[in-house]
């Protein structure tokens, strides 16, 4: 059995929302996507690849497999417009099935994994990722870097030959929960206070997003925000 909540904000500073979601837990698919290219190419962006994800997948494509068709068509859908601002996005995406998972992700977008405690199962595609990784940043200066929103891998950005989707997998268990949720949420709320709310039993999947919204806009609420809560019962 499958719980879940999920819910999305424009947030306190733009006048659009360029996140989308998907979440269908027949299909076992679960993904977040945060488009980029000002005007609305990131609204564009980022539902053209949140639809082309759902249809291969429900075509019996892999996660993976669906993430590179999704990369290849938005690609497509750009090229032909060489007047227009490039458009991208970001994905974290999750599909289970009866007893496994597999996740998928490229950009900032996260996923987090709950058992017992909060862990990140992504890495951001990001320059200040990149610069932790490298030694040359420690993680609390990144957390403040003015560059932090500069993504390294993005789809409809990086050409398809240099794409690198980060992927893992593992078995589900029972009491296991995914966090997937654009960085609306990460840039200003901690992964501690992310993780006092996932671990609360006592509150339903949709309720613990809606705190997590909350946090996010208390916290200034500067980006589009969105959340998507998947626990294994």
């Not at 990131?42 to 759902?54: T, W």
């Not at 068709?69 to 970001?90: I, K, N, Q, Y």
């Not at 289970?96 to 977008?109: I, M, P």
Request: proline share 2%.
């Amino acid at each position: 059995m499958i719980e879940f909540g999920h819910g999305t904000h424009v947030g306190l500073r733009r006048t659009r929302n360029e996140d989308t979601y998907y979440a269908d837990a027949s299909l076992g698919l679960f993904l977040v996507a945060d488009g980029m290219g000002g005007h609305q190419h990131g609204e564009v962006a980022s539902a053209l690849v949140r639809d082309a994800v759902v249809e291969l997948v429900s075509r019996g494509h892999s996660l993976i497999e669906a993430v590179n068709g999704a990369a290849e068509r938005l690609l497509a859908h750009t090229r032909p417009s060489f007047d227009v601002l490039p458009m991208g996005t970001t994905i974290a995406a999750l599909r289970t099935t009866t007893d496994g998972y597999e996740v998928a992700w490229v950009g900032d977008s996260r996923i987090y994994q709950w058992k017992q405690e909060l862990r990140q199962i992504s890495h951001d595609h990001s320059l200040v990722q990149a610069l932790v990784e490298a030694g040359q940043l420690d993680p609390a200066q990144a957390s403040q870097h003015p560059q932090r929103n500069v993504l390294t891998q993005a789809l409809g950005v990086t050409a398809t030959e240099q794409l690198h989707i980060g992927m893992a997998r593992g078995q589900l268990e029972p009491g296991m929960g995914f966090l997937l949720c654009s960085d609306g949420l990460t840039e200003g709320v901690s992964d501690t206070t992310i993780a006092r709310t996932v671990a609360r039993n006592d509150l339903a999947a949709q309720e613990c997003v809606d705190q997590l919204l909350l946090d996010a806009l208390d916290s200034g609420g500067d980006d589009n925000i969105t959340v998507l809560l998947v626990r294994s019962c």
